[in-house]
């Protein structure tokens, strides 16, 4: 395993361990998702913007049929990230992502 077990706020404030970083890094990912996952979102999906490309979550659920549901990933419902976030996480977020969520069309 690649990974250590941790909790969900691990993963939100870049604290999961990795047994690999070197190998896993070079081959799929950047340092900044382990150590910055929201500031790596931020920028993934702000790189996508000048194209006119804009993929919402609840775009994917009104639209399509899709089975969103995995063994580690969120059930596919809107609104599941509240199951999640804490009151501080949510902070946490918005100060960080706060502008792009607004520009994307969502108030806290």
Not at 15 to 22: A, S
Not at 45 to 50: G, K
Not at 68 to 92: A, M, P, V
Request: net charge positive.
């Amino acid at each position: 395993k690649l990974f250590k077990k941790a909790k969900f706020q691990d993963y939100l404030y870049g604290r999961v361990e990795v047994k690999n970083p070197e190998g896993i890094i070079k081959q799929h990912w950047t340092e900044q998702m382990f150590y910055d996952p929201v500031g790596y979102w931020v920028e993934f999906v702000e790189s996508w913007l000048p194209y006119g490309i804009l993929v919402r979550f609840e775009d994917l659920l009104d639209k399509f049929q899709l089975p969103l549901c995995g063994r580690h990933h969120r059930k596919g419902i809107k609104g599941d990230y509240l199951i999640h976030f804490t009151s501080k996480d949510n902070q946490y977020f918005w100060s960080i992502a706060g502008d792009l969520m607004k520009k994307l069309g969502y108030r806290r």
